[in-house]
Nanobody
């Protein structure tokens, strides 16, 4: 499986961005997740979704502002981010995994796309 993330950019606080992650290849894992990372800090869980039924969960910091969705026909997962804040500034990664160590744990995801930078200006 290969993952290709896109959609990052510069936006003012209060604005919106939509990230997309296209998956290709033969074997898909059960879960897709979005994580973000600021230089010098640990990778942080943002949201996850399960391919089979679309069930999802969010970090407290993204709950109510971000929405994760999937398009099974296109093998694409999206992250709609609204009401963005400067503290959302980070490199965002999409990842695919089995959820073995918990769906919010980065170790549960063994396939990662290249990150896409999101910058929110105040």
């Amino acid at each position: 499986v290969q993952l290709q993330a896109s959609g990052g950019g510069l936006v003012q606080a209060g604005g919106s961005l939509r990230l997309s992650c296209a998956a290709s290849g033969r074997t898909f894992r059960s879960y897709m997740g979005w994580f973000r990372q600021i230089t010098g800090k640990d990778r942080e869980f943002v949201a996850h979704i399960r391919w089979s039924d679309g069930s999802s969960s969010y970090a407290d910091s993204s709950e109510g502002r971000f929405t994760i969705s999937r398009d099974n026909a296109k093998n694409t997962v999206s992250l709609q981010m609204n009401s963005l804040k400067p503290e959302d500034t980070a490199v965002y990664y999409c990842a695919s995994g089995s959820g073995r160590f918990g769906i919010r744990e980065w170790r549960s995801y063994d396939i990662w796309g290249r990150g896409t930078l999101v910058t929110v200006s105040s």
